[in-house]
């Protein structure tokens, strides 16, 4: 199936893709984003999930997850941001499996905003539809 022979979606059916985007890009946004001053709680959390207490890996971390983000948020952009970002989610996944948090609630909170992540750019994006052809 080519682009062109995507299946069209509604404008309802858009907007609902827009809307599950802009649930994951703000979720990453204010993640990264308190992530890149030295705050004592992220500098907490961080040792409590194995890692260093080092501001500059949080830092690095906050940084590579807005970068990530940001190409999500950009159309042209956006699959190669949603791989990244599921990446992102694995290594969190990784980290709450290794030191053994709850599952439903930690664990897999990064399989749930990959679903909405990947929903909403299915719906808002006929590259996408057209690699993953649900109909026909």
Do not use: C, Q
């Not at 709450?96 to 909170?109: A, E, Q």
């Amino acid at each position: 199936m080519s682009l062109s022979e995507a299946v069209p979606v509604s404008n309802g059916a858009l907007w609902t893709g827009r809307a599950l985007s802009a649930v994951v890009v703000l979720f990453m946004i204010f993640d990264g984003v308190i992530k890149l001053p030295p705050l004592d709680i992220v500098t907490r959390t961080m040792t409590e999930l194995g890692w260093p207490a080092d501001a500059n890996v949080a830092r690095l971390i906050g940084a590579v997850g807005l970068i990530s983000t940001a190409l999500y948020a950009i159309p042209r952009t956006s699959v190669l941001g949603a791989i990244l970002l599921t990446a992102y989610m694995g290594g969190a996944i990784s980290t709450h499996v290794r030191i053994g948090n709850p599952l439903f609630s930690h664990t897999l909170f990064g399989v749930y905003l990959g679903i909405i992540l990947w929903g909403g750019l299915y719906l808002r994006d006929a590259r996408v539809r057209a690699l993953i052809p649900f109909s026909r």
